[in-house]
T-cell receptor
Framework: EAGVVQSPRYKIIEKKQPVAFWCNPI?????LYWYRQNLGQGPELLIR????????DSQLPKDRFSAERLKGVDSTLKIQPAELGDSAVYLC???????????????FGPGTRLLVL | GNSVTQMEGPVTLSEEAFLTINCTYT??????LFWYVQYPGEGLQLLLK?????DKGSNKGFEATYRKETTSFHLEKGSVQVSDSAVYFC?????????????FGTGTSLTVIP
């Protein structure tokens, strides 16, 4: 079974430029997550989708970040314009839809390492 | 609120040494607890998990026991190998039915030397 696929793996851009990351979750996983991982830190949730609906985007900096999951499968995360502080690894994860009182395991992709110059 | 505290690294051990990485948590209700491992240049991989008190998760020689009385989920391995060198993350997911929210610790870097 294929895991979570992300592209690109690495991206170097100049500040104020736009950038987009793509994620394809594990087949059958309704829930998709975007995390940001700063150097030496754990992942921090940016946005969570249940199918095509964004159910938790409270940590997404909406002035410059946007995300979409139009058909409830793959997803795109965009930053426009990028700032120096956006340099980080952007991780995508997916899981089965959580049942009542059940917390499903999240499966992570390899991440996109972004460097903003 | 919900949070995870891990012992700070980096940790350096000789091959075949005993490993303990401490993890304590704060949560409402009865969370599920996880250990993830991140090898250089890769994403996080689930190592083991426990979903209720006194459960022991185990995988690849690693173990962790869900201790409700001490709110801990320490990771242990009896004999580490060079291939275990990685960053280890403790995480919790609250049991309240607000979705599959995960809270991660800051990670503990482990280097095993031959």
């Amino acid at each position: 079974e294929a895991g979570v696929v992300q592209s690109p793996r690495y991206k170097i851009i100049e500040k104020k430029q736009p950038v987009a990351f793509w994620c394809n979750p594990i087949s059958g996983h309704n829930t998709l997550y975007w995390y940001r991982q700063n150097l030496g830190q754990g992942p921090e949730l940016l946005i969570r989708y249940e199918n095509e609906e964004a159910v938790d985007d409270s940590q997404l900096p909406k002035d410059r970040f946007s995300a979409e999951r139009l058909k409830g499968v793959d997803s795109t995360l965009k930053i426009q314009p990028a700032e120096l502080g956006d340099s980080a690894v952007y991780l995508c994860a997916s899981s089965l839809a959580p049942g009542t009182g059940i917390q499903e395991t999240q499966y992570f992709g390899p991440g996109t390492r972004l460097l903003v110059l | 609120g919900n949070s995870v505290t891990q012992m700070e690294g980096p940790v350096t051990l000789s091959e075949e040494a005993f490993l303990t990485i401490n993890c304590t948590y704060t949560a409402t209700g009865y969370p599920s607890l996880f250990w993830y491992v991140q090898y250089p240049g890769e994403g996080l991989q689930l190592l083991l998990k426990a979903t209720k008190a006194d459960d022991k998760g185990s995988n690849k020689g690693f173990e962790a026991t869900y201790r409700k009385e001490t709110t801990s989920f320490h990771l242990e391995k009896g004999s580490v190998q060079v291939s275990d060198s990685a960053v280890y993350f403790c995480a919790l997911s609250p049991s309240t039915n607000t979705g599959n929210q995960f809270y991660f610790g800051t990670g503990t870097s482990l280097t095993v030397i031959p």
